[in-house]
């Protein structure tokens, strides 16, 4: 029994960090996001990765999933885990052109 | 701006104007907000390096205008801008016209340092010129702006500028004849009112564009266009100054928003995203076409000249938590600092004379 219950906890973790792995990656070279929209389930995490040469100040006000990451530098990367449903809508506070759309899921 | 997703930021960047004073010190709150994680230092690959040839690939003019699909070009709209763009009568004193702050003579700027608006008073920031607008993303030095149709709009009706109510505007329009027929050609079945006169000075100042320098025939081939210096200075430009970080591309100018640390108040976009710190004292970044008709320089226009302003990025300006990370003292030699102004030079075009127009009556 004690097996079963160290056996589920292995597979449970093997299970979490396969969602890990399979997070969710934004880009941010030459100014751009890599995708405009991006769908993900509630409650998990998409990777911004700052991959330019030039600082990004990744953010949103988005109600229920308000960040702001601040000034992230060339060769950070951060997670942000959603926790609302609804569209998130994900800009640079620095870069005007810069905006993309988190479709968050139940 | 032609794409449909910009007016959807435009109501996003209000959005986040009226809830980004609950912004600050996000990545410690859980609740009510997304969860920030730590963060990680990640290798990245750099290219190899691209050369001169891919670099000056960067800097080629575009052939066309882009016009938005909601406001389209037409030689009687540009043609009716114009004549509304120089009419002194926009203003409530009938005596200041777009023109009379955006003016040819000065590189589509007015040559002071900060902008003098309704009774002569100074305004709080420098003009900016209107010089390719067209390809401009947001406006105003702080962004407050999504369209130039709606930025047309803005100083005539700002009591500190031309101080002139729409309601007001309209009917004085009206009561000149040769106007109205100018309208319904531009519009047909639309006519005189405050949206097609934003949409059809919008549409001359996108026709405002900067003319050919000797910078774009060395882009496109001719060695001796400009000198070695400028040649140098290109480089520096791109390298070791790092100017071109933010003003990148043919109009010198990724529309990003930085604190370059001058010692002023204004907190400029920092008003909109008050819980964003790299927001405060951040301006837009200007382009760099035609720049030596445009003196004094800088938002506060605090700088007379570009011998100033390079110096200014050489000691990096006032240290504070909302400077641009891309700010640091860069310990240029008089040789690079030489080598810049020789090359920004090469920006300025043999600007030909603008027609000012015979305005209705
Ligand atoms: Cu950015």
Redesign the interface.
């Known amino acids: 029994m004690r097996t079963l219950a160290l056996f589920t906890g292995v597979i449970m973790c093997g299970l979490s960090v396969g969602a890990y792995a399979a997070t969710e990656v934004i880009h941010q070279r030459g100014?751009v996001f890599s995708s405009e929209t991006l769908s993900v389930k509630k409650g998990s995490?998409v990777t911004f990765?700052n991959?330019d040469?030039?600082?990004h100040?990744i953010?949103?006000?988005?109600?229920?999933?308000?960040?702001?990451?601040?000034?992230?530098?060339?060769?950070?990367?951060?997670?942000?885990?959603?926790?609302e449903s609804g569209d998130?809508?994900v800009?640079c506070?620095?870069?005007?052109?810069m905006?993309m759309m988190v479709k968050v899921t139940e | 701006m032609s794409k449909p997703?910009f007016y959807h930021?435009a109501l996003?960047v209000a959005?986040?104007a009226s809830?980004?004073s609950?912004?600050v010190g996000?990545?410690t709150i859980g609740f009510?907000?997304?969860?920030?994680?730590?963060?990680?230092?990640?290798?990245?690959p750099q290219n190899a390096r691209s050369g001169l040839d891919a670099l000056k690939a960067q800097y080629r003019r575009p052939v066309t205008i882009p016009f938005p699909r909601e406001n389209p070009y037409t030689p009687e709209k540009a043609a009716l801008g114009k004549k509304l763009y120089f009419d002194t009568r926009l203003s409530v004193t009938s005596a200041q016209s777009c023109a009379s702050c955006h003016s040819p003579g000065f590189g589509w700027g007015d040559g002071l340092a900060v902008g003098v608006g309704h009774g002569m008073v100074n305004l709080g920031r420098h003009s900016p010129t209107i010089i390719n607008a067209a390809w401009s993303?947001?406006f105003m030095w702080d962004?407050r702006l999504p369209t130039l149709e709606e930025q047309a709009l803005g100083p005539i009706q700002s009591p500190g500028e031309m101080n002139m109510k729409l309601d007001q505007l309209m009917e004085r329009l009206a009561a000149i004849p040769e106007y109205k027929p100018m309208f319904e050609a531009a519009f047909p079945g639309e006519g005189m009112k405050s949206k097609t006169l934003g949409q059809a000075i919008a549409t001359y100042e996108r026709t405002v564009v900067s003319e050919r320098a000797p910078f774009d025939a060395w882009i496109e081939g001719d060695e001796k266009a400009i000198s070695s210096e400028a040649k140098r200075g290109f480089e520096v430009f791109n390298g070791k100054a790092q100017c071109a970080?933010?003003h990148e591309g043919w109009n010198f100018t990724?529309?990003?928003?930085?604190d370059i640390g001058l010692p002023s108040k204004d907190v400029g976009?920092g008003e909109f995203?008050p819980?964003?710190?790299?927001?405060q004292h951040?301006f837009k970044t200007p382009g760099l076409r035609e720049i030596t008709h445009r003196s004094p320089f800088m938002h506060d226009g605090s700088l007379a000249t570009l011998e100033q302003v390079i110096d200014h990025y050489d000691h990096a300006g006032v240290d504070r938590p909302s400077r641009?990370?891309?700010m640091r003292p860069l310990e240029l030699s008089a040789q690079e600092k030489a080598d810049l102004v020789a090359f920004l030079k090469t920006l300025t075009s043999e600007l030909g004379p603008t027609a000012v127009p015979v305005l209705p009556r």
Not at chain 1, 93 to 97: D, E, G, T
Not at chain 2, 32 to 44: F, P, T
Not at chain 2, 254 to 258: A, C, I, L, P
Not at chain 2, 275 to 279: A, F, N
Request: proline fraction near 3%.
């Open positions: 100014r995490a990765l991959d040469t030039v600082p100040n953010m949103s006000a988005s109600k229920g999933n308000e960040f702001n990451l601040g000034s992230q530098t060339p060769g950070t990367s951060t997670d942000v885990t959603f926790k998130v809508q800009i506070a620095i870069h005007p052109r905006k | 997703g930021a996003l959005a986040i809830t980004a609950c912004l996000f990545s009510g907000a997304a969860v920030v994680g730590e963060s990680r230092k990640v290798e990245i993303a947001i962004g970080a933010c990724n529309e990003g928003f930085q976009r995203l819980g964003v710190i790299k927001m951040a641009s990370d891309l």
